[in-house]
């Protein structure tokens, strides 16, 4: 997964022996630029999760002869980017599946630690060449009956017929972009390829760990907070006002909610209907006349009240509960380069046209209007609202836990979790120190050389 050093003796084994093989030099010199790059990733993983690491560059056994000092950080971070630099131009423009690397994953990635370490310029610039090799994204251009068998005129006030119609076809690109049938689409940059029916080993288990037991036969391994239900942006693409936790939970009345429980999610914000599963909310792309509902204390149920419909492919809900999916996941996509490049060049240099662009392109794609760029028009505004706004679009891929480090404030977000009931979910205390982690204990006992940088970091 990267955060191990399995992969990197795996990629240095590979590099040591290569040019032994009986292959052509272009072959191998492709080889070896994508091998470099994903040692570079796993390098990057561990940096960014526990600082300093030994950088070990060539093929080891595990033993006292790699029980080595760590490398800083910053060190291990220029390391990274320089394999980057050096293999680039050596990666083919599209490789032969998107689960290997390409010269648009290659560069997407060192536009990613850029911004992880806030070199905005670099970022803004790697993220920049990206936008030039021909991604694009996902949209559905035509509705079926399908597509409109969820009646949201409860939930949303159409005003005129196109905007009904924009809104549905802002669903569909939306939800739709992570689903089976549309794998291998021009916003995917690479993604990680699964097979059906191979339980764990090689097959997907987004709808597993994403559905609740009551809707798909899921285990609700992984759910949204309430806190992220409230980013979502009003359908006008302003902040939402959320009511009280009180206020919430007498609403919700234990599962016997009135309309003024529902309140909460009229008119808002495209992805929030494709994204979150919360009581009221319809899917019949799951099940005939489907409405979840929030089975409180049942086996395999959320514990915040909310599910994840976001990524789950409801074609395969029956392998739900199983692992035994077919779906990819996707590693990059072009809207993360599009909101890297946004944030980025605004640290740079404030707003500019080809920033709004950049987020208009997300929220239009998603049937939301463009940013007010009168109302949004400081670098300190366009800054929240980018963090807003790459929050909501990248939600539950990822992102957020290195999000919030990056930005200092883990502090204030790191907060207890409560349900919809106004139940404590979760108590959570955040320390300083828990920028970096700590090492693993086994780590420790087989190189106690990473002591000194174990205290340094307050562990």
């Known amino acids: 997964d990267g955060y191990d050093y399995t992969g990197i003796r795996r990629f240095n084994y590979f590099l040591d022996n290569i040019d032994k093989a009986p292959v052509s030099d272009q072959v191998k010199k492709q080889y070896k630029s994508e091998v470099r790059v994903l040692r570079a990733w796993s390098y990057y993983n561990l940096s960014k999760k526990f600082g300093a690491v030994p950088l070990i560059t060539n093929f080891f056994i595990e033993g006292k002869d790699v029980a080595i000092a760590p490398t800083a950080e910053a060190d291990v971070m220029n390391f990274v980017i320089s394999e980057l630099d050096d293999v680039i131009d050596d990666l083919p423009l599209e490789n032969v599946y998107k689960s290997r690397v390409s010269k648009g994953a290659a560069l997407a990635l060192k536009s990613r630690i850029h911004l992880f370490n806030q070199q905005w310029a670099e970022a803004a610039s790697a993220a920049e060449r990206v936008m030039g090799l021909g991604y694009e994204l996902f949209k559905v251009t035509s509705l079926s009956a399908e597509d409109l068998a969820d009646d949201y005129s409860g939930f949303v006030d159409f005003e005129t017929e196109e905007q ?115 009581p009221g909310a319809q899917w019949n792309d799951l099940q005939d006349n489907f409405v979840f509902s929030w089975n409180k204390g049942g086996s395999n149920i959320s514990k915040t009240g909310y599910n994840y419909r ?57 049937g939301m209007p463009a940013v007010n760029r009168a109302e949004v028009s400081s670098k300190e505004a366009l800054r929240s609202l980018i963090r807003n706004e790459r929050r909501i679009e990248l939600a539950g891929e990822g992102f957020r836990w290195d999000d919030i480090r990056r930005w200092g404030i883990s502090q204030p977000v790191m907060t207890s979790i409560y349900s919809i009931d106004n139940d404590l979910t979760q108590q959570r205390r955040y320390d300083p120190k828990f920028i970096r982690l700590p090492y693993p204990q086994t780590a420790l006992d087989r190189n106690p050389n990473l002591m000194d940088a174990q205290e340094a970091k307050g562990y």
Not at 191 to 202: H, K, L, R, T, W
Not at 322 to 336: L, M, T
């Open 310 to 366: 976001k990524m789950v492919d409801p074609s395969e809900s029956a392998q739900s509960g199983q692992y035994k999916g077919s779906q990819n996941f996707p590693i990059i996509r072009y809207a993360e380069v599009l909101l890297t490049f946004a944030e980025a060049e605004n640290e740079v240099a404030g707003p500019s046209g080809e920033i709004y662009d950049a987020i208009d392109a997300i929220r239009l794609r998603a």
């Open 164 to 278: 009904k119609q924009q809104f549905y076809l802002g669903l569909a690109s939306y939800q739709k972009l992570f689903w089976e049938a549309h794998e291998g689409n021009n916003e995917v940059i690479m993604e990680a390829e699964y097979m059906p029916e191979s339980a764990y080993a090689y097959s997907s288990g987004i709808n597993t760990i994403y559905l609740a037991d009551n809707a798909g036969g899921g285990w609700s391994s992984v759910t949204p907070t309430q806190s992220l239900v409230d980013a979502y942006w009003t359908s006008e693409g302003t902040n939402f006002t959320a009511p009280s936790k009180e206020h919430r939970a007498a609403a919700y009345n234990a599962g016997d909610y009135s309309d003024d429980y529902l309140e909460e999610f009229k008119n808002r914000d495209t992805r929030l209907y494709a994204s979150i599963l919360f």
